[in-house]
């Protein structure tokens, strides 16, 4: 099938390539003239693992191409929307533009019969909206959210864990449209994918209500780890105990610094936009405390840091590991890493921060922090702090790492350190949520 796939970001340029790894004819659209030129060489303008390998040989094959002009796109009989959709500034609210431009950059190339697929996440309403939109052209639109998790995208796009289909109103458009995403999805569902064919409102929901879900889940078990400091419990035994119970299960409760990345933060506070615009802002206030523990856990690692070092941050160096939101990843979108190395700064601490793939775009964001390697944040710190949960920083030897810092105080703040060795080589670990 030839197909073509607009925005080339995260989820566009991992989409692209792994839709030509199955077999399809696939051209990338991007209005960033840098990033399309990268892709078209087979670079990948992220770090995601997999992902450089897969672009070269798909670009190598020919079944894979990059553009900066829409009319690309012509002669394509499926065209996925796969642009962001930010926050508002100043609002809750997701920034549709981006969504909406595409589109209607799309239609002027479209023919009778097409397929407009939509993967962004966006507030439910919104395909409707877009349907009527392109009904004129003589294509229809079905919505097809993504379940992406950072560091594992192209294992999620080639081998997803369900399908979702939201599909048109009108049966006979319903079974066309389904009909061709089967075709686009072959190979998955030769391997019996759970598939959930629905209509547009609910496949819109599936994925601000999967992200809500997580995210009061990670806040629930921070709240947990709130409720143990203040009663000396520890955390950390109460989530695997709680979570032998498979009603609950045991991932995503590791209490830390919180969630953050382009997805759970601005969904869940664009989800409660919509929820208010939509009358019924109270099925989905608790959100807001969600996002709240959320943001006090950044809080409370400074607290941490600050009370080790005796009440004062003040020209003290300070080893930040990590900056990443979360590990096998460059996203510093919201991060909780790059918050926590922010504000000690801001307290007159020495930071040097590091991170095995993060540093370029932290640069970029933050010029005023310091940047090393692992060994040169180490050297002489008199706090060391871990952020992001890369697998190098929880195999670090705490004694090694003893013999090189000024002072052995660690604060852990992904609950990732293995608490008895680095307490038996003599270092005072704080975690969160423990004893």
């Known amino acids: ?117 939509g993967k962004s996440t966006v507030p439910v309403g919104t395909a409707e909206r877009l349907a009527k939109m392109i009904e004129p052209t003589g294509a229809m639109l079905a919505w097809n959210p993504e379940f992406l998790r950072e560091g594992f995208a192209v294992k999620d796009t080639i081998s997803p864990d369900r399908l979702v289909y939201g599909l048109p109103p009108e049966p006979a458009d319903a079974a066309t449209a389904q009909a061709l995403l089967d075709e686009v999805y072959a190979e998955a569902l030769s391997h019996d994918t759970p598939l959930v064919a629905t209509d547009y409102a609910t496949a ?19 709240a947990m780890a709130e409720i143990s400091e203040a009663a000396g419990a520890d955390v950390t035994q109460l989530a695997d105990a709680i979570g032998y119970d498979a009603r609950i299960g045991r991932r995503f409760l590791n209490a830390g610094a919180g969630f953050g990345g382009g997805c759970l933060p601005k969904d869940i ?10 009358g019924k802002g109270e099925a989905l206030n608790f959100l807001k405390e969600v996002d709240a523990i959320n943001l006090r856990r950044r809080d409370r690692v400074v607290e941490l840091v600050v009370e080790a070092l005796g009440g004062s941050a003040y020209n003290k ?33 020495n930071v040097v921060a590091t ?41 670090l030897d705490p004694v090694a790492v003893a013999a090189v810092v000024r002072g052995t105080v660690v604060i852990d703040g992904r609950n990732c350190l293995d608490l008895a060795a680095w307490r038996g080589a003599g270092w005072t670990y704080i975690g969160l949520g423990r004893k």
């Open 1 to 117: 099938m030839r197909m073509s796939v607009i925005g080339c970001g995260y989820l566009g340029a991992v989409h692209a390539a792994s839709m030509a790894k199955l077999g399809h004819e696939v051209v990338g659209i991007d209005v960033d003239p840098a990033k399309i030129e990268a892709l078209a060489a087979g670079k990948s303008p992220i770090f995601e693992p997999g992902l450089p390998e897969l672009l070269v040989e798909s670009v190598g094959s020919g079944r894979l191409s990059f553009s900066t002009d829409t009319s690309a796109a012509r002669g394509a009989k499926v065209h996925f929307i796969a642009v962001g959709t930010p926050q508002k500034a100043g609002s809750y609210a997701a920034d549709l533009r981006f969504v909406d431009a595409a589109v209607e950059g799309l239609m002027p190339h479209l023919a009778p019969g097409d397929l407009v697929v």
């Open 204 to 222: 819109e929901l599936v994925k601000v209500a999967a992200n809500a879900f997580l995210a009061t889940k990670i806040s629930f078990i921070n």
């Open 269 to 278: 506070r664009a989800f409660s936009a919509r929820a208010e615009e939509l």
């Open 317 to 349: 160096k300070v080893a930040v590991l990590g900056l990443a939101f979360k590990p096998d990843s460059d996203d510093i979108r919201d991060s909780p890493s790059l918050d926590v190395a922010v504000r000690l700064n801001g307290l007159g601490a």
């Open 355 to 395: 991170d095995p793939e993060a540093i370029a775009n932290s640069r970029r964001m933050h010029p005023q922090l310091v940047f090393g390697t692992t060994e040169e944040a180490l050297q002489d710190a008199d706090a060391v702090v871990v952020v992001t949960e890369w697998s190098e920083y929880r195999a």
